[in-house]
């Protein structure tokens, strides 16, 4: 037996058992294994304040197989058929008063798989929180979005392994990582997203949300299928992304659109002339390797040679007994006669130190690795 798969929008023409489509915010995207929801006890005269939750720790367990999502948070909004909009959940604008997300949210350790079901979608959905930290997850096998961010703020999505992560259940996506509609001040770092179908997605793609920051820094992206990063940005949302390598087997490395610079990234490719987008793109300071690889228009300072990795065939994946293996990222590391070393420019606030924990100096080396002298402490 399963259960369903409620996705917001699409057709209800699409729908069929165990998928519908067209049901709305509040009624879509609420079942799975872990669940922390909240509702109302009449939606067409909802009470003055929400239920707002607060210090969640969901840790150390193993979710399979689950219908829709494996980890899933949900505030209320009122969006459902008769009942009145309370906005809880669903912010407008980057201060908006109403919006009253769930707060100090911790997600570490777990192990999510849906391998064995087509009606499983998401690994994880945060959605609606301020403080959260997902961590030292391994997501394997998924379907839509690994893990994904939706209007939350001051988030951190660090040291997780997703791979292998498809479309189920009636989904359009298929990342490792997504932070999505009204995100702001959330950060993914540290992360090793490989052979899903795209490693990181940037989407905040609602047209009628102006805002949204998020910053993706010294992440291994490898081996994904379609893409390694995809921008959907709507005007007035901001994505920085810098220090992270990606190795690239597919036509399009990067493509989408919106506010981004790129910045001191490796950008490594097996497929000749695999697309690099330039729209609303500014490129600085990155390096381009590998089979005919494309320097992208507007690219202010390209540096370009092989990168010397260490072992970048071998990947590497983890299991339920041993989580996530981010020590497989490390066969991304640069030999210190690599172009990228100390070839980098400073960036201010940077995190401090790289995938691998060694420090970041005031001349960096290009990619989510320092190299190999650099790298003496951390995974290792």
Not at 149 to 168: I, L, P
Request: proline share 4%; glycine share 14%; aromatic share 8%.
């Amino acid at each position: 037996m399963t259960g369903v798969d409620n996705w917001i929008g699409g057709s209800s023409s699409s729908n069929r058992p165990g998928i519908n489509f067209q049901m709305g915010w509040d009624r879509a995207k609420n079942t799975g294994g872990i669940v922390f929801n909240t509702t109302v006890p009449n939606i067409a005269a909802p009470p003055s304040r929400p239920t707002i939750l607060n210090d969640i720790l969901i840790e150390n367990s193993s979710v399979k197989n689950t219908s829709w999502g494996g980890i899933v948070l949900k505030q209320y909004s009122g969006d459902a058929p008769g009942a009145k909009a309370t906005g809880w959940g669903l912010r407008t604008t980057a201060a908006d008063p109403r919006y009253m997300p769930f707060t100090n949210v911790t997600i570490q350790g777990n192990y999510i798989t849906q391998a064995g079901t087509a009606y499983g979608t998401n690994g994880m959905l945060i959605d609606a929180v301020r403080n959260g930290l997902v961590q030292n997850n391994l997501v394997d096998r998924v379907g839509t979005s690994g893990i994904e961010f939706d209007y939350s703020d001051q988030v951190v999505a660090q040291h997780n392994e997703v791979t292998g992560t498809t479309r189920k259940g009636g989904g359009g996506d298929l990342n490792g990582l997504d932070f999505d509609m009204g995100v702001t001040n959330a950060v993914g770092q540290y992360n090793y997203l490989h052979n899903n179908g795209m490693g990181y997605l940037a989407c905040a793609c609602n047209r009628s949300l102006a805002f949204g920051t998020a910053t993706f820094r010294y992440n291994v992206v490898a081996n994904n299928s379609i893409n390694q990063i995809h921008l959907d940005s709507t005007t007035g949302a901001t994505n920085y992304i810098y220090n992270n390598t990606l190795y690239n087997t597919a036509s399009l490395l990067v493509d989408g659109y919106g506010t981004t610079t790129m910045t001191n990234s490796i950008f490594y490719t097996t497929h000749a002339h695999a697309t690099m987008t330039s729209t609303g793109v500014t490129y600085r300071n990155n390096l381009y390797g590998g089979t005919s690889p494309s320097i992208p228009a507007g690219e202010s300072h390209a540096i370009t040679g092989n990168p010397q990795f260490a072992d970048a065939t071998a990947g590497g994946t983890g299991t339920q007994a041993t989580g996530p293996d981010l020590k497989a990222g490390l066969n991304w590391l640069i030999a210190a006669g690599s172009p990228a070393v100390r070839a980098g420019i400073g960036i201010a606030n940077n995190g401090g130190i790289d995938y691998n924990g060694a420090p970041i100096p005031t001349v960096p080396d290009i990619g989510a690795l320092q190299h190999r002298s650099a790298s003496t402490r951390g995974l290792r």
